[in-house]
Nanobody, 114 residues
Framework: QVQLVESGGGLVQPGGSLRLSCVASGFTFSSKGMKWYRQAPGKEREFVATISSTGDFVNFADSVKGRFSISRNNLQNTVYLQMNSLKPEDTAVYYC???????WGQGAQVTVSS
């Protein structure tokens, strides 16, 4: 079955950086676009970034453009979210998912606080 396992979350000060990883299994990773969403306490889950199956096309939410990047390694079935210049409002649980499907990982907590 489809499994998505996120890692790399943690506590970071404002202005800091974190890199999230999501290891996928149970499907042909190289044929699927992938996505990152996040959910802050008391808020709806929101789109963060997406990447095409080949990595040629990426898209970002306006709130993270210029600060976050997304990449993937199809040999290692892994998608990454590099987060720079983090702000307190980036605090959330971050989920990776398969584009066009309703498969999600368990989430990785990211807390930005001084």
């Amino acid at each position: 079955q489809v499994q998505l396992v996120e890692s790399g979350g943690g506590l970071v000060q404002p202005g800091g950086s974190l890199r999230l990883s999501c290891v996928a299994s149970g499907f042909t990773f190289s044929s699927k676009g992938m996505k990152w969403y996040r959910q802050a306490p008391g808020k709806e889950r929101e789109f963060v970034a997406t990447i095409s199956s080949t990595g040629d096309f990426v898209n970002f939410a306006d709130s993270v453009k210029g600060r976050f990047s997304i990449s993937r390694n199809n040999l290692q079935n892994t998608v990454y979210l590099q987060m720079n210049s983090l702000k307190p409002e980036d605090t959330a649980v971050y989920y990776c998912g398969v584009w066009g499907d309703d498969y999600w990982g368990q989430g990785a907590q990211v807390t930005v606080s001084s």
